[in-house]
């Protein structure tokens, strides 16, 4: 077993994750794992740069997860980053900041590769020959994955809930004419996918990330967030399109309330749950397969 750990730097969040893994079978025996809401894609797709303070809440992240990893004797270290540090004109003081402090350079990944990562972290569990369509929203971007054992197709797309909530909303709770905008981008987002993805022909929609896993909290009824009981929950369409209207019909202050919405999610959110109520209704799904494990376990595997 080689002691590896991953970290996953998106538009919302910043993450850890600390495992033992067998090259051979690609067993993975999770020793720690951790999520910090960093926002560092706040006001990227306005101003094309990454905020200082920003940049700051990331490096203080990352100046936690240097000591975990050295509490926890990690071999091997690998820092993807995805797509807020893609489109930022300042990139290189983010790139600088981090080699500073886990001495380890941030891989400025395509969203080809992200695609690459979250198919294998989220399909390594599953079973049989149905071929999977996986989803992973983003804060600034989304990726399809379509494929069974290997990536058939992929193509990364710029919607993202902290992208088209910056875009689009201006009001509590949102209106029907942000509601609608956003949906009209999810839409032309999805035509764009669909050109290199074959997103219908799936037999079954797997869906990652902090939007999915919220709306599957808050489906199943949780009273608290339980990683074990979203993971490889099953989603009705039906219930995805239920939370949905009722994330719309909340405000920020019925949003934080509800127990499993993360405080870092409450303003992005309703975002989230229209990109996954659009791409369910688009594929024609009826679930979604939600996984806990996505690009973060993709990147661990990697490195092993």
Do not use: W
């Not at 025996?29 to 910090?36: A, F, I, P, Q």
């Not at 809930?161 to 509590?172: F, N």
């Not at 939370?243 to 019925?254: F, I, P, R, Y």
Request: with cysteine.
């Amino acid at each position: 077993m080689t002691r590896v750990a991953g970290i996953d730097c998106g538009t919302n969040s910043i993450r850890l994750l600390v495992a033992d893994v067998h090259p051979g079978t690609r067993e993975l025996v999770e020793l720690d794992r951790r999520m910090t809401i960093v926002r560092l894609g706040q006001g990227v797709d306005r101003t094309g740069r990454l905020a200082p303070e920003a940049l700051e809440r990331t490096f203080a992240a990352c100046r936690e997860y240097a000591a975990v990893i050295e509490e926890l004797g990690a071999e091997r270290i690998r820092f993807v980053a995805t797509s807020a540090s893609r489109d930022a004109e300042n990139r290189q003081d983010f790139v600088d900041g981090v080699v500073a402090i886990l001495g380890v350079e941030p891989e400025v990944i395509s969203g080809d590769q992200e695609a690459a990562f979250s198919f294998a972290g989220a399909t390594g569990e599953l079973r049989g020959d149905d071929r999977r369509l996986v989803v992973d929203i983003g804060g600034g971007s989304t990726e399809f994955v379509v494929g069974n054992r290997h990536v058939e197709a992929a193509r990364s797309v710029d919607i993202g809930c902290v992208r088209l909530t910056e875009r689009h909303v201006r009001h509590d709770p949102v209106t029907a004419e942000e509601a609608e905008a956003i949906r009209a981008d999810v839409r032309a987002a999805l035509d764009l996918a669909a050109e290199a993805v074959p997103i219908a022909s799936a037999d079954t929609l797997v869906g990652l990330a902090g939007s999915v896993t919220t709306v599957a909290a808050i489906a199943l009824g949780l009273p608290e967030y339980d990683s074990a009981k979203v993971h490889h929950s099953r989603i009705s369409a039906e219930r995805v399109a239920e939370v949905t209207g009722m994330l719309l019909a909340s405000t920020h202050d019925e949003r934080a309330a509800i127990p499993v919405v993360h405080p870092g999610r409450v303003d992005v959110i309703v975002a989230g749950a229209l990109v996954l109520q659009e791409i369910v209704e688009r594929v024609g799904a009826a679930e979604v397969v939600v996984s806990e494990h996505d690009i973060l376990d993709g990147i661990a595997l990697s490195v092993a």
